[in-house]
């Protein structure tokens, strides 16, 4: 492989066998979390540029049914990329319940954008995660979602987590049982969801 030198092409330019970065045509600053790429300029990858988090710890319920999912109140996160080619790494953590016969049904939006969805099918509702908690009343279930995003912006963006009731009619309830009964059995928890920026 040629490599230029001092303007010019081919290595026997480099009399004492050694390239330093003065013998190079490279664009940028090298710098102990940079490496030379193979287009002959410095960059980073895989860099973890800022990690921020937004934990939800009352309760929130709802009856919304039928598809119609509803932001969880206080369950969003904003972000605003260093760079356009930057991943955001998104983790949802969800501790939740459901009263009667439905199930819990979470999504994962970047604004108004859904993410990280199964394909449409018949009858079928577009989520990210879904449980059916209601053997006990006095328990709770933990949903969870994980996703590598490509918003390419660097405009301030809010990543955000919507429920439904899996059925025709019912409750879910975020951080609390169904009975919310004010004992041991009947805990109250947390969820979170915490956004990475990872570089390109």
Do not use: C
């Not at 509803?70 to 904003?78: E, K, N, Q």
């Not at 991943?87 to 969800?94: P, Q, T, Y």
């Not at 660097?154 to 169904?178: D, E, H, L, P």
């Amino acid at each position: 492989m040629a490599v230029t030198v001092n303007g010019s092409t081919g290595v026997s330019l480099v009399q004492d066998n050694v390239i330093v970065l003065a013998d190079l045509t490279a664009t940028g600053t090298a710098s102990s979390s940079t490496f030379l790429r193979g287009d002959n300029a410095w960059a980073t990858a895989g860099k973890i540029l800022q990690v921020l988090q937004t934990v939800k710890t009352d309760t929130f319920s709802t009856t919304s049914a039928s598809g119609t999912f509803v932001d969880i109140t206080g369950l969003s996160v904003a972000i605003t990329p260093v760079a356009t080619s930057s991943k955001i790494l998104i983790m949802i953590d969800i501790h939740g319940a459901n009263a009667g016969s439905n199930n819990m049904q979470i999504r994962t939006l970047r604004d108004s954008t859904v993410l990280y969805v199964g394909d449409a099918g018949g009858g079928s509702r577009l989520q990210s995660s879904a449980g059916y908690f209601n053997s006990n009343a006095d328990t709770v279930g933990q949903l969870s979602a994980t996703f590598l995003d490509s918003p390419s912006t660097t405009s301030a963006t809010t990543y955000k987590v919507q429920t439904v009731v899996g059925q025709s009619s019912g409750t879910v309830f975020v951080n609390r049982t169904v009975n919310d009964t004010n004992a041991v059995y009947g805990g109250r928890f947390p969820s979170s969801i915490t956004v990475m920026e990872v570089s390109a």
